[in-house]
């Protein structure tokens, strides 16, 4: 069982930053795939990152690249989520989930077998 925690949300101007955090307990955080995802109201829950156990490899969706990083800390048991010029398109409600999956097949929700209860992030034009 793993319980995992969100944090760093906010409201923030367009072109700004945030990093989220997600806390996970037990010990057993580093055999996971870690991935954040995101709903805005009225849409479904969409992919936005993932990255291997281990920390060393990361995917990002194409709306999301070379602006978000996603990483690890093991020994924390905690993934991060930087954000960086960030839009009001990136509003949304983000969660951390975890998933047994190899990282590169961990881009589908239904793949994840435990969820945070999500940070929400306001992006102000």
């Known amino acids: 069982q793993v319980q995992l925690v969100e944090s760093g949300g906010g409201l923030v101007q367009a072109g700004g930053s945030l990093r989220l955090s997600c806390a996970a307990s037990g010990r057993t955080f580093s055999t996971y795939s870690m991935g954040w995802f995101r709903q805005a109201p009225g849409k479904e829950r969409e992919f936005v990152s993932v990255i291997s156990r281990a920390g060393g490899s990361t995917y990002y969706a194409d709306s999301v690249k070379g602006r978000f990083t996603i990483s690890r800390d093991n020994a924390k048991s905690t993934v991060y989520l930087q954000m960086s010029s960030l839009k009001p398109e990136d509003t949304a409600v983000y969660y951390c989930?975890?998933?047994?999956?190899?990282?590169?097949?961990?881009?589908?929700?239904?793949?994840?077998?435990?969820w945070g209860q999500g940070t929400q992030v306001t992006v102000s034009s």
């Open positions: 989930a975890a998933s047994a999956r190899y990282y590169r097949d961990a881009s589908t929700p239904t793949v994840y077998d435990y």
